[in-house]
């Protein structure tokens, strides 16, 4: 794990390519604007243009990385003054200086555009489920699952539903999704905590 953090901080002296702190902050920008759909082709191609990199393979650690420190200055319990932290040492400090100064502008105005986002999803009000019924016995068994949703922003609409079906391979895989949502949101002590129990259960 060490190697691979190692690996990806060393992909933030592209940056110094960027003529100018302006440069560095559009792209950073660009990385929040797009945290839901990914850059499209024009966006990569400013990209690679202001960082002079001929190839999408040059580029991509580089915005893992600046993703990654993203997401912790967003979602962590970070503070403006403690920014700074977020980066290891290797890191050199004149990139550490500009970073942290951007992070600290947008932490703001990002966290805000985060709350705006969860204001205005629906919740899950209810679940239910049930077997699809099978023309024949070659059909494979499918799980018909109905989720009942309640809008957060409009309330006087009324509840919508959802419903679609489930294979067993459709099915594990959404489960495994839905683990690692768990685990995201779990706290990380107790993440910890199971990941010793299960160690020592596997020993």
């Known amino acids: ?8 901080w060393g ?3 592209l940056l110094v390519r960027a003529n100018s702190k302006e440069s560095v902050e ?6 929040w604007r797009t945290r839901h759909t990914g850059l499209d082709a024009a966006d990569r191609q400013i990209l690679r243009d202001i960082l002079q990199l ?6 991509d650690p580089l915005l893992v990385c600046l993703r990654v420190l993203i997401r912790r200055c967003v979602y962590e319990n ?3 003054e403690e920014m700074h932290k977020l980066f290891p040492a290797e890191v050199l400090p004149e990139l550490q200086r500009l970073l942290t100064l951007l992070l600290q502008k947008f932490q703001k105005e990002w966290r805000e555009d985060i709350s705006k986002d969860q204001v205005n999803l629906p919740r899950l009000k209810t679940m239910t489920w049930s077997m699809a019924n099978q023309e024949t016995e070659l059909t494979d068994p499918t799980a018909v699952i109905n989720l009942k949703l ?3 922003t409009q309330p006087n609409i009324g509840d919508s539903d959802v419903k679609f079906q489930l294979a067993k391979d459709t099915l594990e ?3 495994n999704s839905m683990y690692c949502i768990r685990d995201q949101l ?4 107790e993440t910890s905590e199971r990941d010793a129990v299960q160690n020592t259960n596997a020993a």
């Open 1 to 8: 794990m060490a190697d691979q953090n190692h690996s990806l």
């Open 11 to 13: 992909h933030l002296p």
């Open 26 to 31: 559009y792209i950073l920008q660009a990385l």
């Open 54 to 59: 001929p190839n999408d393979s040059d580029i």
């Open 78 to 80: 970070v503070s403006k």
């Open 150 to 152: 309640q809008s957060n």
């Open 173 to 175: 895989t959404m489960l």
């Open 186 to 189: 779990t706290d990380p002590s």
